[in-house]
């Protein structure tokens, strides 16, 4: 018997057609936990570095986390996996709302996309009834709209839909895909979806779902929604109020918006406005904002209602959450107004927040500079807004220079020339990048920035505070109920911790403080997406309520899997090497682990290297950031290092090969 899990996943062929329900093996589990881990077991088994994002070959998979479907609040993830077209390397993206949930009712804890479907396709999961339907009348419809065409002609309001728009099917290279409560935008997951023929995946479970030890499992979640009250009742003092409560950054409830708009860039991450935020803006801002906001919504079993239904006047509902409230506003220069109205399309189109509108801003400023002519924007409008919707849909048609820069700025500039890559300034692995300017280099946020794997740094921060507290009583209380530390030290580094000084940065924390921390981290997050558990609740608040200590027990009353802190790091390590695996395999070397250039003013470079080099070793890997052979058997990846060997990667006596590189 199975629990948590249902045992099944959906194999899809849509080059021929073919559905298949395939029983998955237990033993996967135990060493990969599920979401994340599972899914990088498939795309190592099946995708080898030959295969493109484009390529048949490559998979698409909706994988829902292993507790997604059982009572723990907030745990609702869809991680989904294939190989980025702007990275070259694995793509990992998380959505939330109440697909995963769905999909497990429906008997199903992955879905597992390969080929290409001659005609455009969308499939029906209804339990046990698995169908590719036609879906030529949808090409070209938004997303949303897409979703309640379906769920017409279905006549299921209950079914739960992913759907690409028209950035998808055009293959835009930072196209997402949509779910009406949340979407995964990051790495181009919706251009490889698109490319596979297939509009939307429709899914309605009714089935059940066991866990292993059905007391104790409410005992903890009962626990866990006690903190949650706890916490909102007791928000944490002396940090920012983003940081102070819990959920995702709830940009949809708040105000005051200085902090990320005098921070933030504007622009293709361009410039500081220090002196933007006043009253007469605060007005404005807030009175859209109150009209536009319908109702604050929850993703599936979570109180926490991180997101909104916006409704701007003359436009279709849409919902918005987190930090895409400012992308447009900001990358435009121009108001909150013009970023939720621009938002609806985009929405709409299916594109990523985060880059689509510094890729606008980077093509308005290289006609500023001389790179791009007004012959290269036939009919360009005056105003900075109209630019940005003429922009929009020239790169999600795909027509005249909108072709190239649907690819991002990274390989836009490329092939632009003339200078143009200078301008594409904010990328890491060739993905935008949040668009932050900083003074002085932060040693753990450097560490995060250069090895992260999962092209969004808000995925990897979280468990400790981002600066010291200014005074020791504050830094004593903060430590006093710091119940999620793995480890004591963690509460002495936060307590020896100042502004000025000795132990200030760059040099305190120290490089093995930093790994620490960072490992720390990351190791949260990996651990969320293989549960499925949102990130607002877990790795990415400080003190939230699922931490290293109540997570084995969660698996063991939950998956039935005999669970402990050590056995649940050690999966995490695992599945995370594997994920570092594949994009060994597909090139990425150490050369390639740097924040964007000019993130800090002020660089520390040997201390950047120490951090690196000490990095490295923490993780098992090499100087050059390849796993090596004795890590790889440590963690049962004996078949990685096998591989590693054959195709030159490691050699015999571990040096490796580092002649590969992710350059095209
Ligand atoms: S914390 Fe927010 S984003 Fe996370 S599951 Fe709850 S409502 Fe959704």
Request: contains cysteine.
């Given at each position: 018997?199975?629990?948590?899990?249902?045992?099944?996943?959906?194999e899809?062929?849509?080059?021929?057609?073919n559905i298949?329900?395939?029983?998955?093996?237990?033993?996967d589990?135990?060493?990969?936990?599920?979401?994340?881990?599972?899914?990088?077991?498939l795309i190592?088994?099946?995708?080898?570095?030959e295969v493109d994002?484009?390529?048949?070959e490559?998979?698409?998979i909706?994988?829902?986390?292993?507790?997604?479907?059982?009572?723990a609040?907030?745990?609702n993830r869809?991680?989904?996996s294939?190989?980025?077209?702007?990275?070259?390397l694995?793509?990992?993206?998380?959505?939330?709302?109440?697909?995963?949930?769905?999909?497990?009712?429906?008997?199903?804890?992955?879905v597992?996309?390969r080929?290409?479907?001659?005609?455009l396709v969308?499939?029906?999961i209804h339990?046990?009834?698995?169908e590719?339907?036609?879906?030529?009348?949808?090409?070209?419809?938004?997303?949303?709209e897409?979703?309640?065409l379906?769920?017409?002609?279905?006549?299921?309001p209950?079914?739960?839909?992913?759907?690409?728009g028209l950035?998808?099917e055009?293959?835009?290279?930072?196209?997402?895909?949509?779910?009406?409560?949340?979407?995964a935008?990051?790495?181009?997951?919706g251009?490889?979806?698109?490319?596979?023929g297939l509009?939307?995946?429709?899914?309605?479970?009714?089935?059940d779902?066991?866990?292993a030890?059905?007391?104790?499992?409410?005992?903890?979640?009962n626990e866990v929604l006690?903190?949650i009250k706890?916490?909102e009742?007791?928000?944490?003092?002396?940090v920012?109020?983003?940081?102070?409560?819990?959920g995702?950054?709830?940009?949809?409830?708040v105000?005051?918006e200085?902090?990320h708009?005098?921070?933030?860039?504007w622009?293709?991450s361009r410039e500081?406005?220090?002196d933007?935020?006043?009253?007469?803006?605060?007005?404005?801002?807030?009175?859209?904002?109150?009209?536009?906001?319908?109702?604050l919504?929850?993703?599936?079993?979570?109180?926490?209602?991180?997101?909104?239904t916006?409704s701007?006047?003359?436009l279709?509902?849409?919902m918005?959450?987190c930090?895409t409230?400012?992308?447009?506003?900001?990358?435009?220069y121009?108001?909150?107004?013009?970023?939720?109205?621009?938002a609806?399309k985009a929405?709409e189109?299916?594109?990523?927040?985060?880059?689509?509108?510094?890729?606008?801003?980077?093509a308005?400023?290289?006609?500023e500079?001389?790179?791009?002519?007004?012959?290269?924007?036939p009919?360009?409008?005056?105003?900075n807004?109209?630019?940005?919707?003429y922009?929009?849909?020239?790169?999600?048609?795909r027509?005249?220079?909108?072709?190239?820069l649907?690819?991002?700025t990274?390989?836009?500039?490329?092939?632009?020339?003339?200078?143009a890559?200078?301008?594409?300034?904010?990328?890491?692995?060739?993905?935008?990048q949040?668009?932050?300017?900083?003074?002085?280099?932060?040693?753990?946020y450097?560490?995060?920035?250069?090895?992260?794997?999962?092209?969004?740094?808000?995925?990897?921060?979280?468990?400790f505070p981002?600066?010291p507290?200014?005074?020791?009583e504050?830094?004593e209380a903060f430590?006093s109920?710091?119940?999620?530390?793995?480890?004591?030290k963690?509460?002495?580094?936060?307590l020896?911790w100042?502004?000025r000084?000795?132990?200030?940065?760059?040099?305190?924390?120290?490089?093995?403080?930093?790994?620490?921390?960072?490992d720390?981290?990351?190791?949260m997050?990996?651990?969320?997406?293989?549960?499925?558990?949102?990130?607002?609740?877990?790795?990415?608040?400080?003190?939230?309520?699922?931490?290293?200590h109540?997570y084995?027990?969660?698996?063991?009353?939950g998956?039935?899997?005999?669970?402990?802190?050590?056995?649940?790091?050690?999966?995490?390590k695992?599945?995370?090497t594997?994920?570092?695996?594949?994009?060994?395999?597909r090139?990425?070397r150490?050369?390639?682990?740097?924040?964007?250039?000019n993130?800090?003013?002020?660089?520390?470079?040997?201390?950047?290297?120490?951090?690196?080099d000490?990095?490295?070793?923490?993780?098992?890997?090499?100087?050059?950031?390849?796993?090596?052979?004795?890590?790889?058997?440590?963690?049962?990846?004996?078949y990685?290092?096998d591989?590693?060997?054959?195709r030159?990667?490691?050699?015999?006596?571990?040096?490796?090969?580092?002649?590969?590189?992710v350059?095209?």
């Amino acid at each position: 018997m199975r629990y948590a899990e249902t045992g099944f996943n959906l194999e899809i062929d849509l080059s021929r057609g073919n559905i298949e329900k395939v029983a998955t093996d237990p033993g996967d589990t135990e060493l990969y936990l599920g979401g994340l881990g599972t899914n990088a077991k498939l795309i190592w088994d099946r995708v080898p570095p030959e295969v493109d994002a484009f390529s048949p070959e490559n998979l698409l998979i909706f994988g829902a986390g292993l507790l997604c479907g059982t009572p723990a609040t907030g745990c609702n993830r869809t991680i989904l996996s294939t190989i980025s077209p702007q990275t070259g390397l694995m793509a990992f993206s998380m959505m939330g709302g109440f697909w995963a949930p769905e999909l497990k009712y429906a008997g199903y804890d992955k879905v597992v996309l390969r080929g290409k479907s001659p005609e455009l396709v969308y499939l029906w999961i209804h339990d046990d009834k698995v169908e590719l339907r036609d879906a030529s009348h949808l090409a070209g419809k938004g997303s949303i709209e897409t979703a309640e065409l379906i769920k017409q002609e279905l006549n299921e309001p209950k079914a739960q839909v992913a759907a690409i728009g028209l950035a998808g099917e055009n293959r835009v290279y930072y196209a997402s895909i949509e779910q009406g409560r949340s979407s995964a935008s990051r790495g181009g997951i919706g251009a490889v979806m698109g490319d596979k023929g297939l509009k939307a995946i429709v899914v309605r479970g009714t089935k059940d779902l066991s866990v292993a030890k059905p007391a104790d499992y409410m005992e903890l979640c009962n626990e866990v929604l006690a903190y949650i009250k706890h916490r909102e009742d007791n928000p944490i003092p002396g940090v920012m109020p983003i940081l102070a409560g819990l959920g995702s950054p709830q940009e949809m409830k708040v105000h005051d918006e200085k902090w990320h708009t005098e921070n933030f860039m504007w622009g293709n991450s361009r410039e500081r406005r220090r002196d933007f935020w006043n009253e007469e803006i605060e007005k404005e801002w807030t009175e859209t904002l109150e009209k536009a906001r319908t109702r604050l919504i929850s993703c599936f079993n979570c109180p926490m209602k991180c997101g909104a239904t916006i409704s701007m006047p003359g436009l279709p509902t849409y919902m918005m959450k987190c930090f895409t409230k400012l992308t447009y506003t900001m990358g435009a220069y121009s108001d909150l107004d013009f970023g939720l109205r621009i938002a609806q399309k985009a929405t709409e189109y299916g594109l990523d927040g985060f880059s689509a509108p510094q890729v606008m801003a980077f093509a308005l400023e290289l006609l500023e500079n001389g790179i791009l002519t007004r012959d290269d924007f036939p009919g360009l409008p005056d105003d900075n807004e109209g630019r940005f919707y003429y922009l929009l849909d020239m790169i999600v048609k795909r027509e005249g220079i909108g072709d190239l820069l649907a690819k991002g700025t990274y390989w836009a500039a490329r092939e632009i020339g003339n200078g143009a890559e200078a301008y594409a300034h904010n990328n890491i692995k060739k993905t935008e990048q949040l668009p932050l300017k900083l003074s002085m280099l932060n040693p753990i946020y450097f560490l995060m920035y250069a090895t992260g794997e999962k092209m969004n740094i808000t995925q990897i921060e979280g468990q400790f505070p981002q600066a010291p507290f200014a005074t020791r009583e504050e830094r004593e209380a903060f430590v006093s109920d710091w119940i999620q530390v793995p480890d004591e030290k963690f509460k002495q580094i936060l307590l020896d911790w100042e502004f000025r000084g000795e132990n200030s940065m760059p040099f305190y924390p120290t490089v093995d403080m930093c790994c620490d921390i960072v490992d720390w981290q990351e190791k949260m997050h990996y651990i969320d997406d293989a549960l499925g558990q949102c990130a607002g609740l877990s790795s990415f608040p400080l003190k939230p309520p699922y931490h290293i200590h109540n997570y084995p027990k969660f698996i063991s009353a939950g998956a039935g899997i005999e669970m402990d802190e050590e056995k649940l790091s050690q999966a995490a390590k695992r599945y995370r090497t594997l994920v570092r695996a594949i994009n060994i395999r597909r090139g990425m070397r150490r050369k390639d682990e740097k924040p964007p250039e000019n993130h800090w003013k002020k660089r520390f470079p040997e201390l950047e290297e120490q951090l690196l080099d000490s990095y490295y070793k923490l993780k098992g890997w090499n100087n050059d950031g390849i796993p090596t052979r004795q890590s790889l058997e440590e963690l049962s990846l004996d078949y990685v290092s096998d591989d590693f060997l054959k195709r030159g990667i490691l050699t015999e006596d571990e040096n490796a090969s580092a002649e590969e590189t992710v350059e095209a």
